[in-house]
């Protein structure tokens, strides 16, 4: 049975590589796209939650301006995005293993600022005595 695991195990890695050897050149890698995806997903987040909060009728920024700002920040374009989602989708290992890596990057992220939270600010670190 250990033998079987490993020999599929080898089989989705060498998967893996070869698709990721015929990847077109305008396909953003994980690490490019993680965190373009994380900004996205939490664009989305704010904009419902700010969408059925807010009532006020000043003009809101919409969504696709908020995902401009992302593009913008990441030096990508709408096209890459999408594009590249595209690939991920019709790769489903790569797509787990990007849906993998941003869950990571964001509990990251998450716990990262939770600890900056956290820490007082302004208060020097307490002195060991020395005896």
Same mark, same amino acid.
């Given at each position: 049975?250990?033998?079987?695991?490993?020999? *599929?195990?080898?089989? %989705? @890695?060498?998967?893996?590589?070869?698709?990721?050897?015929?990847?077109?050149?305008? %396909?953003?890698?994980?690490?490019?796209?993680?965190?373009?995806?994380?900004?996205? @997903?939490?664009?989305?987040? @704010?904009?419902?939650?700010? +969408?059925?909060?807010?009532?006020?009728?000043?003009?809101?920024?919409?969504?696709?301006?908020?995902?401009?700002?992302?593009?913008?920040?990441?030096?990508?374009?709408?096209?890459?995005?999408?594009?590249?989602?595209?690939?991920?989708?019709?790769?489903? *290992?790569?797509?787990? %293993? @990007?849906?993998?890596?941003?869950? +990571?990057?964001?509990?990251?992220?998450?716990?990262?600022?939770?600890?900056?939270?956290?820490?007082?600010?302004?208060?020097?670190?307490?002195?060991?005595?020395?005896?």
């Amino acid at each position: 049975m250990n033998c079987f695991r490993t020999i *599929l195990f080898f089989c %989705v @890695l060498i998967m893996c590589f070869c698709s990721s050897c015929n990847k077109d050149k305008s %396909v953003l890698s994980i690490q490019e796209y993680k965190p373009i995806f994380w900004e996205i @997903l939490n664009a989305d987040y @704010l904009f419902q939650q700010t +969408a059925n909060q807010d009532t006020i009728k000043k003009k809101k920024p919409s969504k696709q301006e908020f995902y401009q700002r992302i593009f913008k920040e990441h030096k990508t374009t709408k096209e890459q995005f999408y594009y590249t989602y595209h690939y991920y989708q019709m790769h489903p *290992l790569e797509m787990k %293993v @990007l849906i993998d890596s941003v869950e +990571a990057y964001g509990t990251r992220k998450k716990n990262k600022s939770l600890i900056n939270k956290q820490k007082p600010e302004n208060q020097s670190p307490k002195s060991i005595p020395v005896e």
